[in-house]
Structures are given as structure tokens and as C-alpha cells.
DNA sequence: TGACAGGATCGAAACGTTTAGATTAGCGTT
DNA sequence: AACGCTAATCTAAACGTTTCGATCCTGTCA
């Protein structure tokens, strides 16, 4: 910029005027500052300008895991919207670990990003601390987190869990595997509750066998079946708490030899793009990823716009039951290869 | 860091020795310093630090979906690598256009990121000058880039056409339709020459009407596969140049009322986790993500550590074929359906 | 004619670091 | 005792902006 004022004759005062719009320049001036920049090919320098504001423009955002399509989905939402906000976003994958989680998050409050969205964060993470430190407005996604006090838009949990329950139970299901996700509190809890009330409503006990955990990795998706399918009496339906994990579901009924849905019915948590165009067409509960993606941008944005006093806002939206072929009626007979 | 200074009672020349480790500093003042910087709470603001060292330890990656597995795959073994090294990463996605690339590319370049990786850029994007403006290292990914010559990492696209078609000749397949990527130039005439060589090598004519163009979204594999099929002599077989567009390619296929792969061979472009649990099981072309994504990093890695002299190098890796149950022999009797 | 308002322009401080060079203190040599 | 050497510390400039307040100019009005 003090090239340009050099060139243009002018103090680098007036070039950030001009260049700002915040006070008015004479024509003259303006012609002259303009052809200085072009021949200089003058770009402003965002670093120096970020220090004296105070502001980067840039926001960050974590998620466990980015292969996963829910995720994914929802990144490119967030993504877009920030773009066209004039944002730049920083992506970090946490892979499901508290460690890492905090380590990313301090890297970007280090980056000193004006906002952070963090998808699934695991209780006990020190995040508390880290956000209450650093200054700067964030938005929760996917799972809320104890002692976290802040905006976060999350899926009604307990209402989706209890929502495909109640259709496997409709089917005629009566004993169904239940594959969750471990290190968490809160939506482990709310889906458990899910599971439970639906099985309770039909009358139906809550065998403890029937309930895995995972670490939401297809690895763990592959025990916790192989686990459900080596029991004595097995179950006649999976629930899977992501995709990943009902990836290794699938792959665990094909190791074993069986089908699905003939011999076993699955469903699982989160739609994703092929699930229509494949055998079997997995019944999943989509949850409403644009609607998340968008909800956690305003959310952010809105305080990034200066509304910072407004109390904590809580979002809660509703999951879609998607019903296709994977989960079959029980009839009279059992699966023929049972 | 003044506040650290006074209250530790030293100049802030020496906090900032002490923090980098750039001089020795006798013990009664470390002491005294780390005891000031526990108290505040101080942490280094690493935009003053990047305006005076000239380096933001970020670099940009932009990539055209980040939808389309194989990006998100290569993004996450990207983004392990450089957060290993201590760098962020800024994510944008151009959808594909031309002017949203350039634009994501200025926003990055303006945010003074140390280095850039771009995956597939179109030809024709200013990329070239805005490449040579602004001083930083750039690693092209995927594509290269008629005009830009810097490192870059690719596919060996003809050979890899060039084996899948083969094998879809080998089954006894004559009528191949093969539906590519739009806006590029040189993958699309490598992948072009592939296809043609295959057909030559056995002797088999090349037919424009088999040849069809989209822009790398599910709807333009389902539409240009809708006039594959409509075709009065209509393929035996499909291959799509990635997987948004295969699945567009198996709608098509499903809408039609027919089958995949009774009715109709499909092979397509980039390999998936689930692809071999779901029916069909698509016979692929895998490109090596896991390499691609580090040899892109360490490509930018190295010259960020300041190997900046050493003339461009261009890596070519090899794609795999993957061969699943997505591709049926033709025998004598034609498909029962047909 | 002189005072004054208002607009255009500028000078300089500030943002929070890093770092070159100056200063100081301590200590062994001659 | 004077000297130089080293290690520790400090002073101050610099990075490239923004912005407050000062200055200058022009024209208007009493």
C-alpha cells in the first residue's frame, strides 16, 4: 500500500480511504490511486489488516471424521454458506478423539478464527475451558456437550431411535440388535431412551445382549455384529448408529454367510446419496442435513454480525424415516436359513 | 505479550526469546516469565506473528465436490498430513465452475496461505496468473493444467481407461458407452485415448453416439445414460467416468426398467468403502487415495520447507481395477430380459 | 474582508509480534 | 588496573494495515 501512495502521490491514508469506501476521495485522487494499484498489481495484505481489526474472517469447524457422507454433507453446506458470507472456513477431523479434538480446536483459536463450529464433541473435553478462554462465539452440532452453554442445533434423537424401533417392531421384530456409538452422554442417552420407550410400548423386554457399543468406525460396526450374530438366539434386526459402522454391519452379515434382508434386517442412522440405487436398499433415519448445515451457518453468523448478548439458542430438528428394502416382515415362518 | 513483559518485569524482547527459544534466558527469568504467562493466560496471537514473519503456517486445498468420495478421501489424508506438520488447512469447494475456483483461489491467496493444492482445475482458469502473482507453492491434484507448471500428482487416466475397457471387451462387450467429464482438456483426452486404444486393439470401431459428456454430477450421469440406453442399437455395457455420475448412471438403468448386471455391464471411475456390500458390487478403476493424498502433501511440504528451486516434478500414479460383480460375460445367449 | 463551515487530505499512532543491534554485567587475561 | 570476551538482556524498528485527529483548502455568509 505504500507503493501505491508513492506512486500515486498520495499518503497510504488516502489509499485505504478509496480502497475502504470510509471517506471520500476526489475523482482526481481515485484515478490516480486506481491505475497505481493496477500497475503495481497491489493486493491488500489480509494478514495486517486482521491484526488491526481484530477480525479474520475465518471460521472454524471440526467434525469427527470426514468420510463419513453425513458429515461430508454437511460440510459442504456450512461450506457454501460461509462462502457466500465472505468467510473462509478451516476443516479439522478429529477422528473421534478427545485429544485430537482439543489439539484442533486450539490449532484454529490459535489461527484466531472469529467463530467455531464443532460437530460431536465428546463430554469431558476440555472444550469448556478452551471456549470460555478464548473469546469467540461457537455453535455446537450434533451432540450438545455438558457444561457447554451455547448455541448447538442437534437432531431429536430419542425420537428417531424410537421412530425405526417402532417400525422394526411393526414389522415383527422382537428381538433387535442395537449398534450405538460410545464415548458420549447425551444423545447415547437420548437414543438409548429411544430404543428402550419404543420396546417398552410394545410390551417388550430390553435384553442388555442385544445392545453394542462402537467407536463409530466400520471396524467397530463389524465386531459389535459379529458379536449380535454369534448369539444363541439371534437378533432378527440391526439399528446401526452411523453409516461407517453400518458398513461393517453389512460386511460382518455377508462374512458370516448370511443376507439381508432375507435372514437379517438392517437399518441405520444418516441417508446417504446410493442408498436407492443399491441391494439392499437400506432403511435409514435421514436426518435433514442441509437444514443442519444451514441452522449451524445462521446461527454462527448471526453472532459473527455482533449479536453476542442474545442467550444460548438450542435448535432440535426432526429425523425422516427412509423405508426401503432392507427390513422385511416377520411372518409366521421364520427366515428360511434360520 | 507486554502484559506477560511488565508483570514478569522484563522486555518483551525476552518473553519472546524465551517462547521461541531463539536466545538462552537464565532461569530466574524464565521462572518469572512462565509464571506471568500462567497467570494471564497469555497466548502468542499468531496473526501479529504471521504479519511479521511473512508466513501463516495454513495452506489452502480446494477441490470441485467434496461430496464425491474419493475428494473427501484424498481431503482427509490430506488434512492428516499437513495437521502432522502443524499446518491448517482451508477447504473450498468450486462445484466444478470455473469463476467459483478462481474466486475460492483469490479468497485463499488473500488469506496469505503459505501454499496451495488444487484438485482438478479447469483449463482455461486464470489459475495461471493468479499462480504466478501471488509467490507461493502450488501442487496440482488430479488434473493438470495446460499453462501452470508446477508439481503435480495424476493419475496415468489412459492406462487406466485403457484396463477397464479391456476387460469389458474380454467379456465379449462390442458396445461400450463411456460417459466422461466436461471442462478439462488433458484427462479428458488421456482418458479419450484410453478408451479409443482399447477399442483398437481389438479391432473394434470407435462410435460417437457411445461417447457422452457431463459435468461430473449425479444428474448428468443419469441424463447422459438415458441416451446411451435410448439408443436404437443400445450399449452392453457402461463405464462412468466417477461415481456421482455412476449413480446417476444405476437411476437411469432402474428408471428405465432395467437391470445392472443382467440387462446392462456398469463400471465406473473411483472406488468406495461400501462398494463391495451392496449389490452390485461395482467393478472400479481404485485410484490410490492414500497416495495420492500424501504424495500431494509432501510435494507442498518440501517446498514449504524452502525447496523452492528444484524444477517442477510430476508424479503418475497407477489406477487399480477393481473387479466386482457389476460386469456380466457376454456368452452366445444374449441377457433373457433383452 | 474576515470568520467559519465543510470537505479532502494527510501524519502518525496503534495492532502484537520478531529481531538486529546496542547495552550491560561478569569474568578471566595480561 | 585496564582490557576484551561472552552471555544475558534490552531498545527500537519493522511487518502492512486502519483510523483518529490535525491540517489545508475553498467557498459562503455576515
Known sequence: MLHVAEAARVSVATVSALINGTATVSPELSARIEQAIRDIGYKRNAIARSLKMGTTRTIGLTVPHITNPFFTAVVSVIQQAFDR????VMLCCTDEDLNTQDDQIRLLLDRMVDGLIVARVGDGAILERIVADA????????????GVDTDAVVLDNQRAVFDVISYLIDLGHRRIGYITGTSDISPMHDRMTGYCEALQAAGLPVAEELVRSGNFHEIDGY????QLLSLHDRPSAIFSANNPMVIGTMKAIRDIGLSCPEDISVACFDDFPWSDVFQPQLTTVAQPVQAIGEQAANLLLDRLAGNRDTPPRKLVLKGRLMIRNSCRPLGAVQSVSA
Chains 1, 2 share one sequence.
Open 85 to 88: 458470507a465472505g468467510y473462509a
Open 135 to 146: 473469546n469467540v462465539p461457537v455453535v455446537l452440532m450434533d451432540r450438545l456437550c455438558e
Open 223 to 226: 465386531n459389535a455384529t459379529m
